[in-house]
């Protein structure tokens, strides 16, 4: 009995539960995890509490209120702070506020950081999976 776990747009917290579910232990009803595909997405809605790979932003320093920063600045990427929508003067007022809470930071630097928080929140999945659960991650 083989399972093959499929998701798409799993926000945030949802993409860890899915991963904590599929992958544990199931002997008892003889279930085989073969493969999980999981479009990850809302990386700024995920939370300490549910984050699979804590252990593994731990090793490397993160504390929870540091993910939660990271997870926060995630939305840099491609929502909430640097949304495309709306009327040119509501772009130009978001990106104003934006400027002025980080105004070390250009649009485009917050767009690579955004980006660049997304991956370390998967690269943490990718490596929990691999290491905590011997699965091939690629």
Not at 82 to 103: I, N, Q, S, Y
Not at 114 to 136: P, Q, S, V, Y
């Amino acid at each position: 009995r083989k399972v093959l776990v499929v998701g798409k747009h799993l926000c945030g917290g949802a993409t860890d539960l899915a991963l904590h579910l599929s992958t544990r232990d199931d002997t008892a009803r003889r279930l085989t995890l073969t493969g999980v595909g999981i479009a990850t997405c809302c990386h700024h809605r995920c939370s300490w509490d549910a984050y699979v790979a804590k252990a593994v932003l731990a090793r490397l320093g993160f504390t929870a209120r540091e993910f939660e920063t990271v997870s926060w600045m995630c939305g840099w990427a491609l929502c909430g702070h640097d949304v495309k929508a709306g009327t040119k003067e509501e772009e130009e007022l978001r990106d104003r506020r934006a400027r002025e809470a980080f105004p070390m930071f250009s649009r485009e630097e917050r767009v690579r950081a955004g980006m660049a928080c997304k991956r370390l929140i998967d690269l943490g999945r990718a490596t929990w999976l691999r290491e905590e659960k011997g699965l091939r991650v690629g």
